[in-house]
Every structure is written in C-alpha cells, then in structure tokens.
C-alpha cells in the first residue's frame, strides 16, 4: 500500500505534537523503502512497482523533509529555548544537536536524490553511483534513528508537558499554515 505525501497518521494539526510524532513513523517507512529498493536492486533497472515506490519515497522527502524540519526549528524548538521548565532546560542541549544532524541530513538528502533522480531518468545507476546512494541512505538511516529516538522520547514529551495549550495550538496554526492547510480546532464534546 502505498501512502500519500500528505496522508495523515493519527493526529491533526490541533495535536501538533502528536503529528510530529507521525511524520517520524512517515519518515521511518519512506526511508526503509529508499534503503531496500536500493539494496534489493543496486542501480539495475527497476520494475515498475519499485520504480514508483522510490520516486513516492523521493518525492516525500523532497515535500514534506522541509516542512517537518521547519516544524521543529521555527515553531516548536523556539517556544521550548523561551522555557523555564527545569526538564525543557535539560534537553536544549539535545536540541542543538538535533538542529545539527538537520543539517547533515539536508547534505545527505540532496545528495541521494540526485543520484535517485539519475537512476529514475536513465534507468540504472553505475557501480560507482550505486555505491555512494548506498553510503548515503545508511548515514541517513544513522542520523534518523538516534534523532527520531531522542525527540519521541525527549523533547516531544517535555514539549507536552511544558508548553501551555495556547503555544500548542499557534504550532498547530503554523503547521497547518506551511502547508496551505486550514487549521480545525479540536472538536469539544462535552
């Protein structure tokens, strides 16, 4: 089955930190996918069931990777750093760092897709091409395992625990908004 670029998970832009948590689960499975059909398939033609599933998983990062990242660096992170909360001041630390493996990860996302894009265009890859998208996808799949682990087990729970429902609501505004999204409250159902 394959998923949808913008297809939701779970939460909605009214639990914003909740649909954080889902694009990781989106990351995850569009990674494996860029990671077997590359390991499966070394650069040879592809099927066409592979060939769409790699350029699905391409095109995710491409559209939703920048969209996530700004998410974190420019709606949640900001609002974490203005904390007084004695945990959020424990993982600003972690929060740097993770701005840093952003930053490898946009090196290494530019790089693979323009190897993906090559092998898409002309139908396979060399050796040498094959190799380095290889090398590429599993620092990728380094840089992502220890981030994804850190903001699921750190600073998302100490955001839900920190930030006041009115910050949680304008990160959800702002998600929704980098999207071209309308922004639904959460329903009350008293």
């Known amino acids: 089955m394959l998923l949808k670029v913008n297809q939701s998970v779970g939460h909605g832009f009214d639990a ?5 948590g889902d694009c990781h689960r989106r990351v995850e499975r569009f990674l494996g996918i860029l990671v077997t059909v ?3 398939w070394r650069g040879q ?11 699905q998983a391409r095109r995710y990062f491409e559209v939703a990777g920048p969209k996530h990242t700004a998410d974190e660096e420019a709606s949640l992170f900001p609002r974490l750093e203005k904390s ?6 424990a993982v600003l630390q972690v929060m740097r760092a ?4 952003h930053r490898a990860a946009e090196s290494l996302h530019a790089s693979s897709d323009a190897l993906i894009r090559r092998w898409i265009q002309r139908g396979s890859l060399s050796v040498e091409d094959a190799a380095a998208l290889s090398g590429d996808l599993d620092q990728l799949a380094g840089i992502y395992g220890r981030h994804i682990e850190i903001e699921d087990t750190e600073v998302f729970p100490a955001a839900a625990r920190a930030l006041s429902p009115s910050e949680i609501e304008e990160i959800g505004r702002e998600m929704a908004a980098r999207r071209n999204v309308p922004y639904l409250p959460p329903v009350d159902v008293r």
């Open 84 to 89: 007084a909360d004695e945990r959020v001041r």
């Open 45 to 55: 033609p592809l099927p066409p069931s592979d060939l769409a599933a790699l350029e």
């Open 98 to 101: 993770l701005e840093t493996d």
């Open 38 to 40: 590359t390991r499966n």
């Open 16 to 20: 914003p930190i909740g649909l954080l």
